[in-house]
């Protein structure tokens, strides 16, 4: 099975977190609870695209990448790359 990889995108502006709530589907993996929005990526997306599709798929708000940003390797299959952006 190939490794998949996903992003995850902590957002803040000030002192606000953009948390997004999962759908109440019984039976799903994380169903009505809130999280961090994520995304797994897509064949040949870059983790910039996969951010901003995520952020967009589960919020419904455009966010421009910051030039700075951090990035974290998670060991939790499958491999996550956290980005911390602040965004003012």
């Not at 190939?2 to 993996?29: C, F, M, S, Y």
Request: a negative charge.
């Amino acid at each position: 099975m190939a490794r998949q990889e996903a992003v995850v995108t902590i957002v803040e502006n000030g002192n606000d977190v953009l948390l997004v709530k999962k759908a109440e589907l019984p039976g799903h993996w994380f169903s009505g609870k809130w999280h961090i929005p994520g995304e797994t990526l897509e064949d040949g997306e870059s983790d910039n695209e996969g951010m901003l599709r995520g952020i967009m798929e589960e919020a419904g708000i455009e966010i421009e990448v910051p030039e700075k940003y951090s990035e974290a390797v998670s060991l939790w299959p499958p491999e996550v790359r956290k980005y911390f952006g602040l965004i003012d």
